[in-house]
């Protein structure tokens, strides 16, 4: 049974930074796409940030892109999240998915496309 975990939320004033983790178990996720999306109360959930499954290449929402940065660890099957220079806006419960197989990239920004998600962790900014 797929596992993933998230850890690294908290409370930052604007303009701090936060490191996210997610650290999937179960199989093995190398064909694997993992992206990171989040939702806050009342919206949808909005994709922030994917990974492809060799972890050449990288996806990320207007609103995070040049402030968070998406890395792979593919031997400890862990996708981390950088994010800096955070604002209010970023408030958000962060998730963690996984999308199989290789063709998933192409919809990397869906998150009808996961497969596996994780518990969350909330990221809060104060103004």
């Known amino acids: 049974q797929v596992q993933l975990v998230e850890s690294g939320g908290g409370l930052v004033q604007a303009g701090g930074s936060l490191r996210l983790s997610c650290t999937a178990s179960?199989?093995?996720?190398?064909?694997?796409?993992m992206g990171w999306f989040r939702q806050a109360p009342g919206l949808e959930r909005s994709f922030v940030a994917a990974v492809s499954p060799g972890g050449g290449s990288t996806n990320y929402a207007d609103s995070v892109k040049g402030r968070f940065t998406i890395v792979r660890d593919g031997p400890k099957n862990t996708v981390y999240l950088q994010m800096n220079s955070l604002r209010p806006e970023d408030t958000a419960l962060y998730y963690c998915?996984?999308?199989?197989?290789?063709?998933?990239?192409?919809?990397?920004?869906?998150?009808?496309?996961?497969?596996?998600w994780g518990q969350g962790t909330q990221v809060t900014v104060s103004s």
């Open positions: 998915g996984i999308a199989r197989g290789y063709n998933t990239w192409r919809h990397n920004f869906d998150y009808r496309a996961y497969d596996d």
């Open positions: 179960g199989r093995t996720f190398g064909t694997d796409t």
